[in-house]
């Protein structure tokens, strides 16, 4: 369960004060997500998500990401905005942490998606890249090429005592992806972290996209390959989905499109998104402090996923 910050009920119906909100009716931490505290608030106007940034979230980015999801609720997709006080603030601070208070918008995640969830996916990723074609404000990405080779080296040996030999396999696909990353891909403003719990659907609607705290400038195809490599597999890895595949890209094409260089490079692409998570998820595996009420996810689920696309074929992956 993802709440590292208790609130208080007195800190909480302070803070609800500072907006047009009506009183708390009830506060519930949320247990979905692993990066920050989540609470969903009941007032007496509606529902509301109250989110307090932690570790990975840096508060200087905090501006950006409002920004961006203002930019993006502008162009009418569904995107939560992170909402004003009174005083027209967004940024707050709460229990010691940097908070906002965030529109609720209705819908579930999918664990099992089907292939028209894929596409809706694919589609939602494709109309937010389209929308991002005007926005102006950029953020570097903490966790591109050079960020996985020094997270690979912070982990170290230690990467060993989540499997034997983990070490040297990271170390040898950190070198192989800084020989051959696709450098002259198209950038541009990306999510980074379009899993499948970062997208609430309705059926087989996307009813809302969420979680905007990777996002970034960086290889836009790249954005595709991250929503590829978490959508299209079972969840520890196994088993590759090629209908998803297929469901998920032709949705994408549908709305925005990959490049006949894109999808040349997509399984290198997606071998840097699976190199990313895997570390992330090894970092968090070996520090994760003991009374942290918070579930590890795998890291082995996207070592399974990286050999899967180091042997994969553009032309079958992502066909034009
Ligand atoms: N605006 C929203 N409307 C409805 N539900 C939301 C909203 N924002 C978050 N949630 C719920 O809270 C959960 C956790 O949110 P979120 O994914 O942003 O957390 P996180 O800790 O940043 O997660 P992650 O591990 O995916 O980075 C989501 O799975 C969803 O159920
Ligand atoms: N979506 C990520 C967590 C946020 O980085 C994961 O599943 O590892």
Redesign the pocket.
Known sequence: M?VYTQVSTEEMTAFLHRYDVGTLLSAKG?A?????S?YLIETTAGRF?L?LYEKRVNVDDLPFFCALTDHLAAKGLNI?RMLRDRRGEQLQTLAGRPACL????SGV?VTHPTPAQARAAGGALGDMHKALGDFRLGRPNSLDLAGWGALAARCGADLDHIQPGLRGRVMAEVEWLEANWPRHLRTAVIHA?L?P??V?MLGDEVS?V??F?FACTDIRAWDVAVTHAAWCFENDGTGYHADLGRALVAGYDRQFGLSTDERLAFPILARGACLRFLLTRAWDWLNTPADALVTRKDPIAFLRRLDFYAEADPETLVPA
């Not at 979905?32 to 920050?36: I, S």
């Open positions: 993802a949320i979905e997500g692993v990066e920050n989540n998500i989110t939560p965030i529109e609720f918008l995640s972290d899993f719990d970062n609430l809302g969420i979680d705290y």
